[in-house]
């Protein structure tokens, strides 16, 4: 059952992999991109103060950056011993406006509560999708947003998807922003945006190469459609 295999998740770690997931995201080999990450969603957030659903948090590391930056944040998780680890990250970082819960995101019972949520790099990990899309609108106040960052399609065939898979029994899923979109209309979100989720700093020089020039043309002349499924993105959807 997925499920399970995401609530024994850090039980199947080990020790090591406690010792990981307590002191992301500086224990990564991925730091730059989280954080990088994380400054990107806080820009597109509302101002703090302001009241913040973190969705399938995890140890809490993101969480509590979103209350150290002023955010009043409600931190889930599926995962009680994960729930343990946002408890020992609040008194690491010294925080009190972080409240942390057990619970499964698809079936919160939030309602009108919430002027922002933020799915970050989880909602592939859902068995249903949509009722966690709709747990997130019931969740957030009329006019309030979501924010998910997720992988894009070829995710679920990658082979670090393969390997959680099959060591943890886990779900992973393509999550491009159109899946995204398509259902957050059905559910009742009012508007949607896409920005580019950048992994690494660009060069400036050479500033372009032929074939740079040779695609900007036809991406102009209407001759080539850009793909926003393939990779991953940020997707703010306004309720």
Known sequence: MPKKGEIDYLHTLGANGLIHALNKPFSDSD???????LGTIMMLLPAPPARLLD??????????????????????????????LMERNKEKYGIDNMKSVIDDYEFLQ??????CAVFYDCLHHAE?????????YNSLKSGGILITAEPGTGHAAS??????????????KDMPPRKIIEIARTIGFRASTVYQ????????????????????????SGRLRVRHDCCSHFVVLTK
């Open 159 to 172: 082979p670090d998807a393969v390997r959680a898979m099959a060591d943890f029994g886990v779900t992973e």
């Open 197 to 220: 989720r950048n992994f690494a700093p660009a060069p400036l020089y050479p500033l372009f190469s032929l074939n740079t020039i040779t695609a900007l043309i036809r991406i102009l």
């Open 128 to 136: 249903d999708e949509y009722k966690a899309l709709l747990s997130a």
């Open 110 to 115: 939030f309602k009108d509560e919430f002027d």
């Open 31 to 37: 730091c730059g991109r989280y954080l990088t990450d």
């Open 55 to 84: 969705l399938g948090a995890g140890s809490g590391w993101t969480s509590c950056f979103f209350a150290l930056r002023g955010y009043d944040v409600v931190a889930q998780d599926i995962a009680d011993d994960m729930v343990e």
